[in-house]
Structures are given as C-alpha cells and as structure tokens.
C-alpha cells in the first residue's frame, strides 16, 4: 500500500515555467517528497473561471484537515508510547536508587523513653526469701475499704476489683500475719490469696507463694497501705496495692504513696 502524503505548500514563480510543489509524510512528520507539476496547468485551472477557483481552494482545505486529522491520530500513539518509556525509565533510575541508599527506620527516642517510663522494671526485694519463711501467726477477718469510694474484692472467677456493694460477699477477707508487719490478704468465699505479679498486676491464687505477701503501713489520716513485699520500682515497698474509683484494680509499678486509691481503711468483718 502506497504511504498517503498531503502537499503542504505550493510554490509559484512567473519567471518559470513550472510550479512546484512539496509533499510531506504524515508518518515521518518531513518534507521528503518533491514533485514538479506544469504551470501553466496551475494557472489555467486557478484563471479558468471562478467555480475553478473556489473548487480549488476547496480542495486545499479538504488535504490540509485531513493532513491536520491523520497528523493528530498518528502523533497520539507516539506520545503515549513514549510516555510509558519516560515512567518506566523514571521508575528503574527511583528503584536503583533505593537499592543504593537504603532508608533506615528512624527511632523517637522521645516516645521509647515514655514506653519505658510506662513499663518500668520492678526489683526482687533480696530479703523476701527470709520473709516468706515465716508462717502465719494469726488473722483477722476485715474488710478493705479505699479512699477512692470502693471495697476491695475477690470474685469466684479469680478477678481483683472493688465494688461499691459492703455486703458483697467476695469483699469478706481476712488479714493473715507474716512475720512483724507483713500480711496476706485472702478471699473468704473464694479461698483465693491476693499476689502482685512481677510486671506489677494485681491477680489472685489458691497457692500460698512470695508474691502474696505484702507490707502494710499505716499513716497519719488513718489510713493503710499495702505493698509487695517481693516487687519494687525504686526501694523496697513502693508498689502497692490500688483499685480506682472505677473499681479497676491498677498496676503496682505506676502507684505512689500520694495516690488515693492505694490507700484503703480496715473494717472489721461485722462493719459494713
């Protein structure tokens, strides 16, 4: 199939005898084909009448749109192909210099040290070996009731929480002593001990170990408080036992001696 052309222009000179006139490859987008047409045959079709005239104009507007048409449909294929050469190009020179520059994760040391204050690591108390050696010497039954409104209790399914319900009957405990000062705190109804884990968590246990023993203190406003014997943050007996306003037992390792909720009055059992 022969390639279309369009003439693109047309040149006329009265001093010679032929006109001649430049073709152009819509394809290849340059003046690559020259033919030579006669002149007097230009001018006798453009001097003939002026139906000849207008037919031939005419005839110039019809090949250049369709020069303009095939130029448009022909050049947009070209520049989408290029298009994706120019991404993908784009694309390798990024992945390349990715593979050269590898990027570091980069570390907060603001935030790591928030998650280490969060977290803090509790100490073994050197001395709770010789602690838990001594056995009970009596108990009391009593009731633990804190500053922060609730009464500390046991449940059936072993869960430490506080409840604002006096006559619950997971809130009836007893006190056993432990050497001068130390107690453990078990559920009547439950038969479940209260212990401090390691991490500073409140939980309960049917076995008698070092975690459930803590040391009680009494203060100034009447008030008593209970820390691990075992577990410390900074000195010995400095996390203690805390149940919020809420009734949620809270970790021992964030508590402080001004808190209300570690400090909790002793009722007897027949007070409520």
Not at 98 to 125: A, C, E, G, Y
Not at 235 to 258: E, F, H, M, Q, W
Request: charged letters at 20%; a positive charge.
């Amino acid at each position: 199939m022969e390639k279309r052309t369009t003439p693109t222009a047309a040149f006329f000179s009265s001093d010679n005898i032929h006109a001649t006139v430049l073709f152009r490859s819509p394809v290849r987008y340059k003046m690559d084909h020259i033919a030579a047409c006669n002149y007097n045959n230009v001018h006798n079709l453009l001097a003939s009448s002026s139906a000849g005239q207008e037919q031939y104009f005419l005839s110039l507007l019809e090949f250049q749109q369709d020069m303009y048409t095939m130029n448009l449909s022909t050049l947009l294929p070209i520049l989408l192909t290029l298009g994706f050469c120019y991404s993908a190009i784009l694309e390798r020179n990024s992945n390349q210099k990715s593979q050269d520059n590898p990027v570091h994760p980069t570390v907060s040391w603001r935030k790591l040290s928030k998650t280490i204050q969060r977290q803090p690591q509790l100490k073994v108390n050197p001395l709770i070996s010789s602690i838990a050696s001594k056995g009970s010497s009596f108990e009391i039954s009593v009731r633990l009731f804190g500053k922060s409104q609730v009464f500390l209790q046991i449940t059936a399914d072993g869960t430490v929480n506080g409840t604002v319900d006096c006559t619950s009957k997971y809130a009836e405990l007893k006190m056993q002593s432990v050497g001068a000062g130390n107690q453990r705190i078990k559920a009547v109804n439950t038969n479940r001990y209260l212990a401090m884990d390691k991490k500073g968590n409140l939980y309960s246990t049917t076995t008698l170990n070092d975690e459930t023993i803590f040391r009680q203190a009494m203060h100034s406003t009447a008030f008593h408080t209970f820390a691990s014997a075992k577990f410390y943050r900074v000195g010995p007996y400095d996390t203690y036992v805390s149940i919020g306003r809420n009734g949620k037992a809270r970790n021992g390792a964030t508590t402080n001696l001004g808190q209300n909720k570690v400090k909790f009055v002793i009722f007897t059992a027949d007070r409520c």
